[in-house]
């Protein structure tokens, strides 16, 4: 009884130094959901304009006219079976931005266009661009206008001069790629039908961006890595507590209640995970006001934010073994703390030197530099699980490879730290 009401008061006690700190309160609660909000902001009206599109295409043009009529392109080559279409989409695929190197398209053809259109209703594609039947005879009717009189071709049995086609792009309006999508698309069927020769002939783009999407964005991708880059925030917190209970000879205190060292990491660990218990449901309480899908696989963010702040703890732990002051933890676990949220892949997808390729001992998963911080495999599962329609089935590598570093953090940190600083305990 006596072990656990001192064990119970330590508890408390690390507890309360770690929340009655303004500045520990601001890093731990406040700055992740101030943090948040300025990520909502940013992405609310969509992605940014210098990224390239998905672009679902639907292509029903029929091709060159099965007439008996021999057709030939502005060379004098006879065509037979040509799709100007695709030599239209070869076109677009190849626009990119004024960088001269990012593409505006990334094309997907479909056969189904209530497929693709539930794609676009999902974000999934930025836009949809339906190619009509009669594209390729618009394209022969365009040529004929700009050639009938400087190429000695018989143009009588040609498609009218005047004879047209209207091609639609349909999307939501309110957001970025759609807008960008039907400006391009608009200017490179104006310069394909005239060839920069004269206007307004062979083609026109119709544009419905009345379509109401709901679907993922960048800032949905990216609040699973706010939540685990809050709960890395924590680090200081964690290393802090040891050195000051050693600082302010707590530790001559805690020797007179014959408490062991395993009682007293026990309570700071607690105590940590106490914290990140009211930090998860605050965050995503904060990205929910901003549009994040609400679901019940929230609850999944628990286990997983949870193997995370243990692991922290087991970090921080480790790495109050090797200092002796509460200044140096500071500039240690800040030098370590934001780097490992950027290599563990929280604002955006690093690229990870592969240790144990897949098709090995860990059959189809590969296992990489940066998998050894558990926030890596902790935020992609969740990525999986709250952003597709997999559950906890589609995870349990990374359930597993979290659970195990977390042990592994947490055997290093103790046994160093007692090695270090609680050996009269």
Do not use: C
Not at 43 to 68: K, W
Not at 302 to 326: C, H, M, N, P, T
């Amino acid at each position: 009884m006596k072990s656990m009401k001192r064990f119970y008061l330590l508890y408390l006690s690390n507890l309360r130094v770690t929340t009655r700190v303004k500045i520990v309160l601001f890093f731990t609660i406040i700055f992740p959901l101030v943090f948040i909000g300025i990520f909502g902001i940013a992405f609310q009206a969509g992605d940014p304009s210098n990224t390239t599109i998905d672009l679902a295409v639907v292509n029903y043009d029929s091709g060159i006219p099965d007439d008996g009529n021999v057709y030939r392109n502005i060379s004098g080559d006879i065509i037979t079976d040509d799709y100007y279409s695709q030599s239209y989409l070869d076109i677009l695929s190849t626009v990119t931005f004024e960088d001269n190197k990012t593409l505006i398209f990334e094309i997907t053809q479909f056969n189904d266009i209530d497929s693709a259109m539930k794609l676009v209703e999902k974000r999934d594609y930025g836009a949809l661009l339906v190619i009509p039947e009669n594209f390729t005879t618009a394209t022969l009717a365009s040529r004929r206008l700009l050639f009938e009189n400087s190429i000695p071709f018989d143009w009588s049995f040609y498609p009218e001069s005047n004879y047209t086609t209207v091609l639609s792009v349909r999307g939501d309006s309110t957001l970025v790629p759609y807008t960008i999508a039907s400006t391009v698309i608009q200017a490179v069927t104006e310069g394909f039908f005239t060839l920069n020769m004269v206007e307004d002939i062979g083609g026109t783009v119709s544009l419905d961006g009345t379509l109401t999407t709901s679907g993922l964005t960048v800032f949905d991708y990216t609040v699973p890595g706010l939540v685990i880059f809050a709960i890395l925030s924590n680090l200081g917190t964690v290393t802090s507590s040891a050195l000051r209970d050693m600082r302010e000879g707590q530790f001559d205190r805690l020797k007179l209640t014959k408490m062991s060292a395993s009682e007293y990491l026990l309570a700071i660990i607690l105590s940590q995970l106490t914290v990140s218990v009211i930090q998860i449901p605050l965050m995503f309480a904060g990205a929910i006001l901003f549009g994040f899908p609400i679901s019940i696989k929230l609850l999944y963010a628990f286990i997983f934010g949870l193997l995370v702040s243990l692991s922290v703890s087991g970090i921080g732990i480790l790495l109050a073994a090797f200092v002796r002051s509460l200044e140096a933890a500071s500039a240690l676990t800040g030098i370590v703390s934001t780097p490992m949220a950027f290599l563990a892949g929280a604002f955006f997808t690093m690229p990870n030197p592969v240790l144990i390729p897949a098709g090995s001992i860990l059959g189809s998963h590969e296992f990489g530099v940066f998998d050894l911080i558990p926030a890596r495999p902790a935020i992609t599962a969740l990525r999986v699980v709250l952003l597709t329609d997999q559950g906890m089935g589609g995870v349990w590598y990374e359930f597993w490879l979290t659970t195990v570093l977390v042990i592994i953090y947490m055997i290093l940190g103790i046994s160093l730290f007692s090695k270090k600083h609680l050996r009269a305990l």
